[in-house]
């Protein structure tokens, strides 16, 4: 094995965890200056390790921490506090509201092709199936915005769910109405307040004209919600199993769980190969994984991984090739 083989592998454990925890606190929050975030970041896990060292309690509110969320801009570092806001999370396996008649707002063909091609990329949309995806469809109503127009408000109580088609869009915080963040002919927002039943925690006004499409908040609750929340539920039971992870937030793991996409391998399949460029992390959520190294008498396991297990994160918090490959034992789902 040649010496930058062993580099790559040999990367101490503590290094590796907090890279990984900057790292995906990074890809979440998606900040626009690294540097900066950076200096934030570290500066603040200093002091939470100072602080640590005298109590055990956790942040007493949620924008002491780094969190982020995830279609919405990052907010909570400029709001007011409320405290009880996340507390009346919206679950959807416990809503016995009526859910009435189905909403549909017919299209044209154009239309209905134009709204699957803003959805497509959309991480709340990923978890439905082909029929709750058609529902979507049918239920969101397009919006025609003119520049100045403001879309949502700080402060009000949420209506709608938006999905932009085209347009550019600032949002904004707090009295003195810093600008956080700018969609620029793609993304979404208003889920925060459907979501969590919160007041809208930002202002967007349209930069220019527009179009959106809206999506009433019955419908984004019945449909998006119970299908998504399913999903995080099961994905953050698996996230809470990795022991490098139990640093992150509540939020930031709702989050990181949203962003999972589910894949299967079958037994013998090569999951990630050495020297390939890295594409993503994987977390085992059934199965066993056997993580091989090229040597010159062949390829060498030296770990198996199991449910729980991770595997894949060297090389994206390193930004450089696989530094392993990885197979599939038996039958494996990962996300």
């Known amino acids: 094995m040649s010496s930058q083989q062993k580099h790559r592998i040999q990367v101490p454990d503590g290094l590796r965890d907090v890279l990984l925890e900057f790292s995906i606190a990074y890809l979440l929050e998606q900040p626009g200056d690294v540097i900066d975030y950076a200096v934030t970041f570290f500066t603040k896990l200093q002091e939470d390790r100072k602080t640590t060292m005298h109590t055990s309690a956790e942040p007493t509110s949620p924008d002491e921490s780094i969190m982020s969320h995830d279609e919405e801009p990052l907010v909570n570092r400029y709001a007011s506090r409320r405290k009880s806001v996340f507390a009346e999370t919206y679950d959807p396996e416990n809503d016995d509201e009526d859910e009435g008649a189905r909403a549909i707002f017919p299209k044209t063909d154009e239309q209905r092709a134009r709204l699957c091609d803003s959805v497509k990329n959309i991480l709340l949309f990923r978890s439905l199936d082909k029929e ?49 963040h700018t969609y620029d002919n793609r993304g979404s927002f208003g889920e925060l307040a459907l979501l969590y039943n919160m007041p809208r925690a930002a202002t967007i006004q349209a930069e220019t004209d527009g179009k959106l499409w809206a999506m009433d908040r019955q419908t984004f609750r019945r449909i998006l919600l119970k299908s998504a929340f399913r999903k995080r539920k099961m994905y953050e039971a698996l996230l809470d199993s990795v022991p490098m992870l139990k640093t992150l937030q509540n939020y930031e793991r709702m989050n990181l769980a949203d962003a999972l996409i589910p894949q299967t391998y079958a037994k013998g399949d090569r999951i990630i190969k050495q020297g390939d460029a890295a594409d993503g992390m994987y977390f085992i959520e059934d199965g ?48």
């Open 288 to 335: 066993k994984v056997s993580i091989r190294i090229q040597q010159d008498a062949g390829e060498v396991e030296i770990s198996n991984l199991g449910k729980g297990g991770y595997f894949g994160e060297l090389a994206l918090v390193t930004h450089r090739p696989r530094a392993a490959s990885a197979y599939a034992v038996d039958n494996v789902k990962v996300a």
């Open 132 to 180: 709750q995806m058609n529902e979507v469809l049918d239920a969101m109503f397009e919006k025609i915005v003119q520049a100045k127009d403001y879309i949502i408000k700080q402060g009000d109580d949420g209506d709608n769910f938006y999905v932009i088609e085209s347009g550019t869009y600032y949002a904004y915080v707090g009295e003195e109405q810093k600008h956080i």
